[in-house]
């Protein structure tokens, strides 16, 4: 047990359950994803490396581009015709990619183990938690991992001068509707999963979308087939909405990044429920 950190997660949440029977049933109500959260903290606080590992590729990636190919390009035309610093332009795309790997990765090879090996969901049903306390919780959790990164970033961010406008200080709660987003889906799409192969598939998704999602290149460089393509990246809405904060471009386009994340995160929790139900319900 001492090898396997959800093993003694729920011997934890065992225990504090068994004490938890005892309060009244109204001071219970709705606290299973904070009961959910509190394992999860009691878990990874002993293999905290391997939450703080996922931040570095980005950071790698602005450092190589404010050294190296930024010094190359120069300035860049945004969309309102104003000319900023390549490796501004950037860093702000790293910041939306930072918080969607965070998400992504949290929701699905993490989940994946506890739903298939570990069996953890059918430990953690076996208390009066439900479903939606699950789903909420890992939930929450993976887009706190999301945060994490986020916030590291956004201090190197500030450290390299990359942040233009008071406004970036919306980048934060930015990277927090990006997180919800995508740890939604992601645990969404995990309940489909049969085999660690299919997370070739994950892979799959998110490269392109990191890739190409006006990441390293302004939308209006890309052919008009592309330009469509990706505006149906969610992680295009990402980094149109932390970008403007961070260069101060605001435009009423920002309400509609906001409503599609917000939208892709409550279809996400809502199949993320229901399949957790079919899986461990019936």
């Given at each position: 047990?001492?090898?396997?950190p ?11 359950t ?17 009961r ?41 035309t945004?969309?309102?015709?104003e ?18 790997n ?10 994946f ?41 956004i ?5 390299m ?13 930015a ?11 992601g645990?969404?799409?995990t ?28 939308l ?14 969610p ?6 909405l ?15 990044h ?8 409550g ?7 229901r ?5 461990l319900?019936s």
């Open positions: 047990m001492a090898g396997n959800d093993a003694a997660g729920t011997v934890d949440l065992v225990s504090s068994l004490a938890a029977r005892a309060v009244p049933a109204p001071v219970l109500a709705g606290g299973g994803a904070v959910m959260l509190e394992r999860n903290y009691l878990v990874y606080r002993r293999i905290w490396p391997v939450i703080i590992s996922g931040f570095f590729e980005p950071i790698f990636y602005l450092f190589s581009i404010g050294i190296g190919i930024g010094a190359l390009v120069g300035d860049v945004i969309a309102n015709g000319l900023v610093d390549y490796t501004a332009f950037v860093a702000p795309a790293l910041l939306a990619a930072s918080a969607m965070g998400a992504v990765f949290e929701s699905t090879f993490n989940i183990f506890k739903l298939k090996y570990g069996k953890v969901y059918d430990a953690i049903l076996s208390t009066p938690m439900k479903t939606r306390d699950i789903a909420i919780g890992e939930i929450a959790w993976s887009l706190g991992r999301g945060l994490i990164y986020a916030s590291a970033f201090l190197v961010m500030a450290a001068g990359l942040i233009e406008s008071p406004w970036g200080i919306l980048a934060l709660p990277t927090l509707l990006i997180g919800f987003a995508f740890a939604a889906c645990m969404a799409a309940t489909f999963m049969n085999s660690w192969q299919d997370f070739d598939l994950v892979n799959l998704i998110v490269l392109p979308l990191f890739l190409f999602s006006a990441t390293f290149y302004p209006s460089v890309y052919p008009d087939i592309f330009q469509t393509l990706t505006q149906l990246s992680l295009y809405h990402g980094v149109q932390i970008r403007s904060f961070t260069l101060g471009t605001l435009s009423i386009d920002l309400f509609g906001i409503a599609f994340l917000v939208a892709m995160g279809v996400g929790s809502y199949i993320t429920s399949r957790l139900e079919k899986l319900l």
